[in-house]
């Protein structure tokens, strides 16, 4: 894949609505979270050096990571989410590549909150921000998810600052108002793109 077009936003921003739309114009779009998920699956490496690192207590009886107890772990002591990401992350970032590799349209999309922070960026030839006041952010996540304000915030607080995304990212969209007004700007973008991946291959 030539062309990648590296898409995020904090909770709540219109990350996923997007995403759906650049599929419906038959763009591949690779998700950061599915991939963080698929990475710790019984059977692969990284749940293996998970579970030596940690010890078998992390393992569900069927073999599966136990999610909640590894969270309630990282809360605890702090040092152990620098050792679970120092597993994770290139797990992560290998498949992400892989994924990428595999696909097959015009350009590709990779979709993560957390691009900037775990320096995916890196895998990316632009990046776009879905951007959205923390008002929205907030009324919009805890419809979709059932959380209270204070949840997101928190979320929010543990995210890379709106500003700051919005002085990396090339392309931003401003996500405030109806879906159809956000598919609007997109179309433009999407243009754009198809053209700098046909540049980039000639
Ligand atoms: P993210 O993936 O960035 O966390 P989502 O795309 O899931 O955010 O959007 C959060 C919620 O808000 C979803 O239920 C989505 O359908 C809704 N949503 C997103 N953008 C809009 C919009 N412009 N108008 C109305 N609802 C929206």
């Known amino acids: 894949m030539d062309f990648v077009v590296g898409l995020t936003g904090?909770?709540?921003s219109g990350k996923s609505a997007a995403s759906a739309w650049f599929e419906s114009q038959g763009i591949v779009v690779v998700d950061a979270d599915i991939v963080a998920r698929e990475v710790v699956q019984k059977g692969q490496a990284a749940l293996d050096q998970i579970q030596q690192a940690f010890g078998d207590w992390v393992l569900l009886?069927?073999?599966e990571l136990n999610r909640?107890?590894?969270r309630e772990h990282i809360f605890k002591v702090p040092e152990a989410r620098k050792t679970l990401e120092h597993i994770t992350h290139p797990a992560i970032r290998n498949s992400i590549i892989q994924q990428l590799a595999q696909a097959k349209s015009a350009y590709a999309i990779l979709v993560s909150p957390l691009l900037f922070e775990t320096n995916q960026h890196e895998l990316t030839q632009r990046t776009l921000l879905i951007d959205?006041?923390?008002?929205?952010?907030?009324?919009?996540?805890?419809q979709r998810d059932g959380q209270n304000a204070d949840q997101i915030k928190t979320i929010i607080a543990a995210q890379m600052p709106r500003i700051e995304k919005q002085r990396?990212?090339?392309?931003?969209?401003l996500n405030d108002g109806y879906l159809d007004h956000l598919y609007q700007?997109?179309?433009?973008?999407?243009k754009q793109y198809l053209s700098f991946a046909h540049e980039s291959s000639i």
């Open 68 to 70: 909640r107890a590894l």
């Open 10 to 12: 904090g909770i709540g």
């Open 132 to 142: 959205a006041s923390e008002e929205l952010q907030i009324q919009r996540a805890s």
């Open 168 to 173: 990396m990212a090339d392309d931003i969209v």
């Open 61 to 63: 009886p069927d073999g």
């Open 185 to 190: 700007h997109l179309m433009p973008l999407h």
